[in-house]
């Protein structure tokens, strides 16, 4: 396996494996992967989100047949990897499905040796532990993935509070998939920004990672988080395009 496809397995392992905060939710989440296409259902507490990942060059009917069947009436999203799966773009364009969210995915592989571990003055960086810690968690971050404080304990899952004066101005989240951790939710208060709180924070949930046992490290960057990873090494390694149908009776 050449470097490139190296980088692209460890982008894709969060959507090819089964998330660990499945096993936490009221009604587990649903998961198949048919060659370089992955079905996943996830459902309460929190948003319910159905989601076909086209990682590849997958036939546009063979897709569409398995999600019908997999979602059976349930409203989903296709989500696609812009340079491997064009046609399947062209065949949900042609159906009408537009384009919802475009998010580069980028990967830190190898991790690096020693890890910056510096935080700017005054900031305490804290895992979630308590149920006190928790609740600051949810009310910065409006985070409904983490059903429960049992599921943030999960040795598998991580969640970081940044704090300033004792204050909660910055948090992040890790979930662990094998060796390949995913860092989301990386979220600075306004009134704290470009103060280098989000760069500490994603630092601290890389090594709080590697201290589970991840060897490299992925995640999806907005428009405003891109030039961070990128200064922080992260390397881009593709899009993801994200189509929903503009009615249900579009999608066929």
């Not at 047949?65 to 949900?92: C, K, W």
């Not at 306004?190 to 490290?217: D, E, I, M, N, Y």
Request: charged share 15%.
């Amino acid at each position: 396996m050449n470097s490139l496809a190296k980088l692209r397995a460890v982008v894709q392992a969060p959507l090819r494996l089964p998330s660990p905060l499945s096993r936490h939710r009221r009604v587990p989440d649903r998961h198949a992967v048919y060659g370089d296409l992955v079905l996943t259902a996830v459902s309460g507490p929190g948003p319910a989100v159905h989601t076909a990942a086209v990682l590849g060059p997958e036939p546009p009917e063979r897709v569409l047949a398995h999600a019908a069947r997999f979602f059976a009436d349930a409203e989903y999203a296709v989500l696609i990897e812009s340079d491997t799966a064009q046609p399947m773009e062209q065949a949900l364009q042609a159906r009408g499905w537009h384009l919802d969210e475009e998010e580069p995915a980028l990967a830190l592989s190898p991790l690096p040796r020693p890890l910056p571990t510096a935080a700017p003055p005054g900031l305490t960086i804290a895992p979630v532990t308590t149920a006190a810690q928790f609740a600051q968690y949810l009310a910065l971050s409006e985070n409904l993935w983490v059903p429960s404080l049992e599921a943030a304990l999960d040795p598998q899952v991580g969640l970081l509070v940044g704090y300033l004066d004792a204050e909660p101005v910055a948090v992040a989240r890790f979930t662990c998939f094998g060796e390949v951790a995913e860092i989301l939710g990386v979220l600075t208060r306004p009134s704290h920004r470009r103060r280098g709180f989000g760069a500490a924070l994603t630092w601290a949930a890389v090594a709080a990672a590697a201290q589970r046992g991840c060897s490299a490290v992925t995640l999806t960057a907005s428009a405003s988080g891109y030039p961070l990873y990128c200064r922080l090494s992260f390397v881009p390694i593709c899009s993801y395009r994200t189509y929903v149908p503009a009615a249900p009776t579009d999608r066929r």
